[in-house]
């Protein structure tokens, strides 16, 4: 539904309000925007282009609204905090060249991206130039090994946690066998491995794992194994484009489709628009949990994007900047701008973690000024407790569920 326009008097008391805030990290959506020279850099790495860009946009949106709410609070030691926004393509190629480019804006930290091989590809540039990179939505793949040789900081469960949470729902809807179908890479190879270990350890069997090569036009044969090994269930660990493909092709081959227990990546309304009318119906997924349900922080965003609705993976990329803010605030900045990586990654720690006040996510200009009077506070979000670990990942990373009813996407929590 398309929201009538907003009167001109509340326009205009917004601009009066805070025009220079606001004005400044919506600049930053041009890739031609000058950066000023005092500024403090975050550089954003998304996917804006393709069958993803409504979502990227929104994502960006989330980060923006928060750079407004650090802006008003004073911004990062009376510098203004600058958004510079790089798309990925979906491709690793040119993924790599936009990590270049927010390297060369001067970029203090990169948030994002969305794709787990993609964020695999680009943390050993962002090693090499000393700029810490924090993944919203892209956990590790496995917290029990994870490297440790740069600061590379995840605010979903890891694929292992997303993994064994799908592997009690498998049980729990009394699946007796099942296959995984997988796209490569350590993210979904880890999911994987997850969902096998867990699944048997309760009793089921995994008769099947098969891998699939995301630039493949059709999955017949994957398909085709599936079927053979008559599984009650399958699991889909891949992208939104690829997993339509083999929805489709599985009700095309198949006269009743399998029970699907899908991945975090694949909730998403792109998924279930693009199959066959009912094909995913029924459908499980896990996802990471949002603890913030109230309608506040929906308001509060269509609000500042004129009726625009918050995904789910927004309140990630809010809170992103939002324990930023308060660790750039107290890590020590260089005469020529720029924050060793040690020191922010110590900051970034103290920032997402007690002792100190709990500083919310709509008490961002509040944090700031408690942190600039020598007040310890830390910054506990939308999506719950931060208490990240030093090597990255999140410690209480918590792990929601979903299903496919009616032709949408409703939580089961």
């Known amino acids: 539904m398309t929201l009538p326009p907003k009167p001109l008097t509340h326009l205009w008391r917004l601009a009066r309000a805070a025009l220079w ?14 950066v000023p020279s005092d500024a ?14 409504a979502t990227a946009m929104n994502f960006e949106r989330a980060a923006l609204y928060a750079a407004d709410r650090i802006n008003q609070g004073g911004g990062i030691q009376g510098h203004p905090l600058y958004i510079v926004s790089r798309d990925t393509h979906s491709d690793l190629t040119r993924s790599r060249a936009a990590v270049e480019a927010l390297i060369d804006a001067g970029a203090t930290v990169v948030v994002g991206p969305e794709s787990p091989e993609i964020a695999a590809a680009i943390a050993p540039l962002l090693a090499d130039a000393e700029v810490a990179f924090l993944s919203p939505l892209v956990g590790a793949a496995n917290d029990a090994a994870v490297d440790c040789t740069h600061p590379w900081f995840r605010l ?50 995994i008769t099947l794992k098969s891998k699939l090569d995301p630039s493949a036009q059709s ?9 053979s090994a008559e599984v009650d269930a399958v699991v889909l660990a891949t992208s939104p484009r690829t997993g339509a493909l083999v929805v489709n092709e599985f009700e095309a081959l198949r006269r009743s489709p399998p029970h699907w227990f899908l991945s975090p990546l694949l909730k998403t309304e792109l998924l279930v628009q693009n199959v066959a009318p009912a094909a995913l119906e029924g459908a499980i997924g896990v996802a990471p949990k949002i603890y913030d349900k109230s309608d506040a922080f929906p308001s509060a965003f269509r609000e500042r994007w004129q009726g625009d609705e918050p995904l789910e993976g927004a309140y990630f990329y809010y809170d992103a900047l939002g324990v930023l803010a308060l660790a750039l605030e107290n890590a020590t900045r260089a005469a020529d701008g720029r924050f060793e990586i040690r020191g922010l990654e110590a900051s970034i720690l103290r920032a997402a973690a007690p002792p100190g006040e709990a500083i919310g996510w709509n008490d961002i200009e509040l944090g700031l000024e408690r942190s600039r009077a020598g007040d310890s506070v830390y910054y506990s979000g939308l999506t719950g407790p931060m208490l990240l670990q030093s090597c990255g990942p999140r410690k209480l990373g918590a792990t929601s569920t979903w299903q496919v009813h009616e032709g949408g996407i409703v939580g089961l929590d």
């Open 219 to 227: 999955y017949s044969d994957a398909i085709t194994q599936a079927l």
């Open 156 to 205: 979903a469960p890891s694929a292992r946690s997303l993994g064994e949470a799908l592997a009690k729902q498998l049980s729990a809807e009394g699946v007796g066998s099942a296959g995984v179908l997988y796209a490569a890479g350590a993210y979904n190879e880890a999911l994987r491995d997850a969902v096998t270990a867990r699944f048997t350890a309760l009793g089921g069997t």
């Open 21 to 34: 805030p606001l004005l400044l990290p919506l600049a930053s959506c041009s890739s031609n925007a000058q």
């Open 40 to 53: 403090v850099v975050v550089g954003l790495l998304l996917p804006f282009t393709g069958n993803t860009a």
